[in-house]
């Protein structure tokens, strides 16, 4: 599996070791991340690794910042890009199964690498589930068009 990973300035010691992991499982690896300690804005390396599993340039997707909701939120203003914090291996994996995650944002701040590696074995290595979890990513893909308001629930 081809994944691109990318890190904002606080994440870049947890995103070598989230590429060592990656690599030792098989995946091919694009690192896009920042080089040192310098203040960036997380944002512009979210949008990288977004933009390139929207494009279908990659697989899936990493992205490390302090919490992991920074670089979530911008990842999923891309189309077809599923972004979000998980903080364990049942995240991890439910996210995988249910919502077809095709990016996985890590808290640098909060994972231990340990923590960090075991999810990312899990993530990597779980299928999506499809069935009734699929209409409901169709629901979600459809949301990404919508400009203001909504529609009423279906019940």
């Not at 999923?76 to 095709?102: M, Q």
Request: charged letters at 25%; aromatic letters at 4%.
């Amino acid at each position: 599996m081809r994944i691109a990973v990318a890190s904002d300035h606080r994440g870049v010691e947890l995103r070598r070791t989230v590429i060592a992991k990656l690599e030792s499982l098989g995946h091919e690896v694009i690192d896009n991340g920042a080089d040192g300690a310098d203040s960036v804005d997380y944002p512009d390396f979210a949008s990288v690794v977004a933009g390139k599993v929207s494009c279908g340039d990659v697989d899936r997707g990493v992205l490390i910042c302090g919490t992991g909701i920074g670089m979530a939120i911008a990842a999923n203003k891309f189309s077809g890009v599923r972004a979000a914090p998980c903080n364990d291996e049942v995240t991890a994996e439910i996210s995988r199964r249910h919502n077809d995650l095709n990016v996985l944002c890590l808290s640098a701040d909060l994972l231990s690498a340990r923590v960090a590696e075991r999810m990312l074995e899990v993530w990597s290595q779980t299928e999506f589930e499809g069935g009734r979890h699929a209409r409901r990513i169709d629901k979600i893909t459809s949301l990404e068009n919508t400009n203001c308001g909504g529609s009423e629930p279906a019940h």
